[in-house]
């Protein structure tokens, strides 16, 4: 998805296990695109209601909680936390 980003693009990817993180951010400091990717350590929810959007694009493969309560803050329109 980096190489896909234009120059000042930004991929902000959420992580709630230490473990996965730490093996993401290995490849993520591998990539030649390293500095489009912003890895943010714990539950997705509180992440999302703080970062400015709008979004591009969403892409969400979690499922604790749901996916419709992971992405409701990003429905336009939406207020952007909870
Ligand atoms: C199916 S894997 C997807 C991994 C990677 N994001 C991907 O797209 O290849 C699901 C990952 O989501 C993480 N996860 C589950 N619930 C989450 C949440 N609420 N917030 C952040 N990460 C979560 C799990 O720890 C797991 O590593």
Same mark, same amino acid.
């Not at 093996?23 to 209601?49: C, D, M, T, W």
């Not at 400015?52 to 992405?71: C, E, K, T, Y």
């Given at each position: 998805m980096g190489?896909?980003?234009p120059a000042d693009g930004r991929i902000t990817t959420?992580?709630?296990?230490t473990r996965n993180a730490a093996v993401a951010a290995v490849h993520f400091a591998a990539s030649p695109y390293a500095? !489009? #990717?912003h890895l943010r350590v714990g539950a997705a929810? +509180?992440?999302?209601?703080e970062l400015?959007?709008?979004?591009d694009l969403v892409f969400i493969h979690a499922d604790?909680?749901?996916i419709w !309560? #992971?992405?409701r803050p990003c429905w336009p329109g939406? +207020?952007?936390t909870g």
């Amino acid at each position: 998805m980096g190489a896909e980003l234009p120059a000042d693009g930004r991929i902000t990817t959420c992580e709630i296990s230490t473990r996965n993180a730490a093996v993401a951010a290995v490849h993520f400091a591998a990539s030649p695109y390293a500095e !489009r #990717i912003h890895l943010r350590v714990g539950a997705a929810q +509180p992440v999302i209601g703080e970062l400015p959007g709008p979004f591009d694009l969403v892409f969400i493969h979690a499922d604790n909680p749901p996916i419709w !309560r #992971i992405s409701r803050p990003c429905w336009p329109g939406r +207020p952007r936390t909870g």
